[in-house]
C-alpha cells in the first residue's frame, strides 16, 4: 500500500471509496472473498464487504496462532484483587474454545444473543470472542449498570444466556453484580434460558434452581474443547451496544462483521501507530465502545498484546499505569481527559518514575479535552497527546490526526480532521446548508454511506436508526453527529457541545431523560428536569430540579437533604451510581416555554452562570429565578 500525502489518502477514500476500502479489505482475513464492496442501493443502509465470509474471533484470535502463539494476547491486570497473569494467543485460543463449548451446551446459536453483564475480568473477554466465534451476537452491559437499565437492554435483545459474576470491585470496594441482574430479570418481560456465573468469590451468589449454571464447572467439562470458527456473511451482526439518547429508552447499536474487523484493523495503522506484536494499552471499560474496538477487537486483530485493567488510576498510587507501561513495553496508550485530570491532582513524581522510553503516544477519548490537561499531560510524560473523536454509533474516529498515514501537528482543543472514510460535513441547522467558510458554527454530519464499522441500524428498529440519526438535517438525508463544531482553515475541527439532550460524564454518556424518568418514580416528586452542568474534573455532572407532590416535603434544608438522599439511592438502584445526579435540588416549578417545553439549556446557562438567551418564549420568569437564587446564592 503507497502511503501518500493525507489530503489525496483522504480524497480517495471519499472519490473513490470501493477501491480504497478493497485495498484495507486485505489487512483481515476472509474464508470467501467479497463480491461489493458497499452496496449503499437502499439508504441511508450500507452493506459492506456483501458476499464475503469471515469471522471476528478468526481474525482476533486463530490467524495469529501461525506465527505468534506464544506471544501475549491478553494481559490481566486488577489491582482490586492483586491479579496479574497473561495469556498467550494459544492460551487465548484454548480458553475462547472452552467458552464457545459451553455456550453451545447451554443451546446458543448463530444469531442468538448472549448479554455480557460483568466486571473486568479475563471471562468477560473470552465470553465476547467465543460468541463471534459461533455467530452469536453479544451485548456487553456496563458493569455500573443498575436493574432498571439492565432490564431495559433484556428486553430488548432478549438473550437466549446471559454470562455474569458475582461481583466486580472498584477502590477496594466489592460491587455485587448478582442482586441487581436477578432483580433486572425479574423486572424484565423477555427470560433468559440460562445465566452462566463466573463466582470469583467476592460475593454470595444465590444460584436460582434450573437457571443459573457455573462456569468453572462446566469449564472442566469442556476443557479439551475445539470449536471451530463458524464462518459468517460479512454484514452478520457481531455484537449489540446499547447507548443513551433523548428518549428514555436506550438504542441498540448494531454492527456488523466484516466491516468492523477492516475498520479497525485500518484504524490501528492509520490512526493509532500501532504496530504487531506491540503492547497496547486501554484504560476504558468493556461495557462501553473504546472497550469493544480498543480493549478487545482492535489490537488483537492487529496481532497485539492488549491490557485489560480492573481498577483506578490511583490505587495503589498513582503510578500504576505508568508502571505497567514500563513492564509490558506499552507502546499506544488510550485514556479518557477525566482520567488526565484526575492524574493532574497527584503528585507529579509518579509520572517520571517508570521509564515510558517505548511509549509512542496517548491518545485520548470520549469527552471534550480542555487545552490545560492536554498540555499538562503532555509535558508531564514528555510524548503527543492526541485528541480522537467519535462516537458509540461509528465505534471508531471521526476525527483524528492520521500520523500513521503522514505525520501532522496537533492543535489543542481540535480532535484533528476528518478521518478517511467519513465524508464530514458542517451544515447549517436551520437551511441544512453546507457550511464552507472557516469558523463559522455548525452541526458535524456525515454524507453516507457511513464507512465501514459503523452502526448498521438500531437493533430491531429500522425506522428509528432512519428517524433518528438520518433526518435532523433540513432537507438532506445525512446523518447527523448531535455535535455542534466549527472547523478552521486548515481543516480542523473543534467540538463545541452536544445539540441534543445527551450529556457527558466523566467520558459517559447518559440521557438526561432516562434519569430524569428515574427521578420521577420516587412518590414524592411531580415533575424533574435533570441538565448537564460543567464542572472541573468530569467534564460535566447531572444536576436534577425537582417539584414535589407535597412542597412540605423539602420544608427544611434536612427535610430536602434527606428527600435528595432518598432520590439518589432510587436513581442508583435503578440506573446505576454513573447516572446519580451531583445534586438534587427542589423547585415549586420549572422553566418553561408557554406550550409546556421544558427549557433544558437555559436551566443548564443559568447553573453555569451563563447568559440564558433568549427568553421571550418563557413562560413564568420567576420558575429560572428560583434556580438562579439555589445555585448562585446572593452571599456566594
Ligand atoms: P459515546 O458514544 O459515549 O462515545 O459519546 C459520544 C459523544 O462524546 C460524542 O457525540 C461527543 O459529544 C463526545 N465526544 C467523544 N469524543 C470527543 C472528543 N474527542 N472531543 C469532544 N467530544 C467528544
Known amino acids: 500500500m503507497s502511503h501518500t500525502d493525507y489530503a489525496s489518502f483522504y480524497r480517495r477514500s471519499i472519490d473513490d471509496r470501493d477501491g480504497f476500502w478493497a485495498e484495507q479489505a486485505r489487512l483481515i482475513d476472509w474464508q470467501r472473498p467479497f463480491d461489493r464492496v458497499c452496496n449503499y442501493d437502499n439508504p441511508p443502509f450500507a452493506r459492506w464487504f456483501e458476499g464475503g465470509l469471515t469471522n471476528l474471533c478468526h481474525n482476533a484470535v486463530d490467524r495469529h496462532l501461525a506465527t505468534r502463539a506464544d506471544q501475549n494476547a491478553l494481559i490481566y491486570v486488577s489491582t482490586e484483587t492483586g491479579t496479574e497473569r497473561a495469556y498467550t494467543y494459544r492460551e487465548l485460543h484454548t480458553e475462547v474454545q472452552r467458552m464457545a463449548a459451553i455456550l453451545r451446551a447451554l443451546g446458543v446459536q448463530k444469531g442468538d444473543r448472549v448479554l455480557i453483564y460483568m466486571p473486568m475480568i479475563p471471562e468477560a473477554a473470552f465470553a465476547m470472542l467465543a460468541c463471534v466465534r459461533i455467530g452469536a451476537i453479544h451485548s456487553v452491559v456496563f458493569g455500573g449498570f443498575a436493574s432498571h437499565s439492565l432490564a431495559t437492554r433484556i428486553d430488548d435483545a432478549a438473550p437466549k444466556v446471559i454470562v455474569s459474576a458475582d461481583a466486580g470491585m472498584r477502590a477496594g470496594k466489592v460491587v455485587p453484580y448478582k442482586h441487581l441482574l436477578d432483580e433486572a430479570i425479574r423486572l424484565s418481560r423477555h427470560q433468559p434460558q440460562r445465566v452462566l456465573m463466573v463466582n470469583r468469590g467476592l460475593a454470595p451468589l444465590d444460584p436460582v434452581a434450573e437457571r443459573d449454571v457455573d462456569y468453572a464447572t462446566l469449564r472442566e467439562a469442556h476443557l479439551q474443547a475445539q470449536v471451530p470458527c463458524e464462518w459468517v456473511d460479512s454484514t452478520h451482526p457481531s455484537y449489540i451496544l446499547y447507548t443513551s439518547g433523548t428518549t428514555g429508552k436506550p438504542k441498540g447499536v448494531q454492527r456488523d462483521t466484516g466491516g468492523y474487523a477492516v475498520a479497525l484493523a485500518a484504524s490501528m495503522r492509520y490512526i493509532y501507530m500501532a504496530q504487531p506484536g506491540e503492547t497496547y494499552f486501554s484504560t476504558s471499560d468493556i461495557g462501553w465502545v473504546v472497550g ?35 513492564d509490558y513495553r506499552v507502546t499506544v496508550m488510550f485514556t479518557a481527559p477525566t482520567a488526565a485530570r484526575v492524574l493532574k491532582k497527584q503528585d507529579p513524581a509518579y509520572l517520571t518514575k517508570y521509564d515510558l522510553s517505548s511509549l509512542r503516544a496517548l491518545f485520548l477519548a470520549g469527552e471534550p479535552l480542555d487545552e490545560p490537561t492536554a498540555t499538562w499531560m503532555a509535558q508531564a510524560i514528555g510524548k503527543p497527546v492526541i485528541d480522537n473523536y467519535w462516537q458509540t454509533e461509528t465505534g471508531w474516529p471521526i476525527l483524528a490526526v492520521c500520523n500513521g498515514v503522514e505525520p501532522a501537528p496537533t492543535k489543542f482543543g481540535s480532535p484533528g480532521k476528518a478521518v478517511y472514510g467519513y465524508d464530514v460535513r458542517l451544515i447549517d441547522e436551520n437551511t441544512g446548508e453546507k457550511i464552507t467558510e472557516p469558523n463559522r458554527k455548525g452541526v458535524i454530519a456525515v454524507q453516507g454511506p457511513l464507512p465501514p464499522g459503523c452502526l448498521q441500524t438500531v437493533w430491531g428498529d429500522d425506522e428509528r436508526y432512519v428517524k433518528t440519526y438520518w433526518s435532523s438535517i433540513p432537507g438532506r438525508q445525512m446523518y447527523s453527529t448531535f455535535d455542534w463544531g466549527v472547523r478552521d482553515a486548515d481543516g480542523y475541527y473543534y467540538i463545541l457541545g452536544r445539540t441534543d439532550d445527551v450529556i457527558n460524564v466523566a467520558g459517559h454518556r447518559l440521557g438526561t431523560r432516562e434519569i430524569e424518568e428515574s427521578i420521577s418514580s420516587h412518590p414524592a416528586v411531580a415533575e424533574v428536569a435533570v441538565v448537564g452542568v460543567a464542572d472541573a474534573l468530569k467534564g460535566q455532572v447531572a444536576v436534577a430540579f425537582a417539584v414535589l407532590k407535597d412542597p412540605a416535603r423539602a420544608a427544611t434544608e434536612a427535610d430536602a437533604l434527606k428527600l435528595e438522599g432518598e432520590i439518589m439511592k432510587v436513581v442508583d438502584e435503578q440506573l446505576g451510581a454513573v447516572a446519580r445526579p451531583a445534586r438534587v435540588r427542589f423547585v415549586s416549578l420549572l422553566p418553561k416555554t408557554r406550550s409546556g417545553k421544558l427549557l433544558r439549556r437555559a ?7 451563563r447568559d440564558p438567551g433568549d427568553l421571550t418564549t418563557l413562560d413564568d420568569p420567576s420558575a429560572l429565578q428560583q434556580i438562579r437564587d439555589l445555585v448562585q446564592p446572593p452571599s456566594a
Open 292 to 326: 469493544h474496538s480498543y480493549i478487545i477487537y482492535g489490537p488483537l486483530i492487529n496481532g497485539m498484546a492488549t491490557i485489560m485493567y480492573e481498577g483506578t488510576p490511583i490505587r495503589p498510587d498513582a503510578g500504576i499505569w505508568w508502571r505497567l507501561v514500563q
Open 603 to 609: 436551566i443548564q446557562a443559568v447553573c453555569e452562570g
